[in-house]
């Protein structure tokens, strides 16, 4: 079995757009290292980023942002996808409702993911429910995950850990664990 990177909203507006925050930026270098590792190792790399239509619930809450079809929308140039990788999108909170992410990572026999990107409290925290309700092995990358705020961040690391029973390793930690493995498979 294999794992996933789960790459959450790493896209234009979260970033550099409408929902910027500086906070957002600082996690672009350890997810590119995480996500080459992944790569490499013969793990998966699934991004989920926001593509919404216009009567989507969560705009009445945050505003209109990253709509589908827009530049807004496009994940971040740092962070492009690559072959082989997997890219889904979503109109909710979670990147598992209705997004086909389940059967993906069924198919490609993946049993536990590592998440990543935006917002910890937020969308991080829905996606690692849904992924905790399947039965998925959890792991959160603490320095690939951001948020508005220290609390929010904080918060949202600690509610994942301690209700969805969810590992937090860093990024250096999550890509020493697969080198290891692969050792000990050759
Ligand atoms: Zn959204």
Not at 100 to 116: K, P
Not at 120 to 127: A, E, K, P, Q
Not at 134 to 157: P, R
């Amino acid at each position: 079995m294999k794992e996933a990177v789960v790459v959450v909203d790493m896209v234009y507006d979260f970033v550099y757009g409408i929902l910027q925050t500086d906070r957002a930026q600082k996690i672009i270098p350890p997810i590119q290292s995480l996500i080459k590792a992944a790569r490499e190792s013969g793990n998966e790399v699934v991004y989920v980023g926001d593509a919404h239509l216009p009567t989507d619930p969560e705009l009445e809450v945050f505003g209109e942002h990253a709509m589908k079809g827009t530049p807004e929308a496009e994940t971040i140039k740092e962070l492009q996808p690559q072959e082989g990788d997997h890219v889904l999108e979503k109109r909710t909170y979670s990147a598992f409702f209705e997004t086909g992410l389940d059967l993906l990572l069924r198919r490609l026999n993946v049993d536990s993911i590592v998440i990543t990107g935006l917002h910890t409290h937020i969308c991080c925290r829905h996606t690692a429910a849904d992924a905790f309700h399947k039965g998925y092995g959890l792991t959160i990358a603490s320095d690939c995950v951001e948020a508005l705020t220290d609390e929010d961040h904080n918060s949202g690391l600690e509610y994942i850990k301690t209700i969805y029973n969810a590992k937090s390793l860093t990024s250096g930690e999550i890509i020493e664990s697969w080198a290891t493995g692969s050792k000990v498979k050759i």
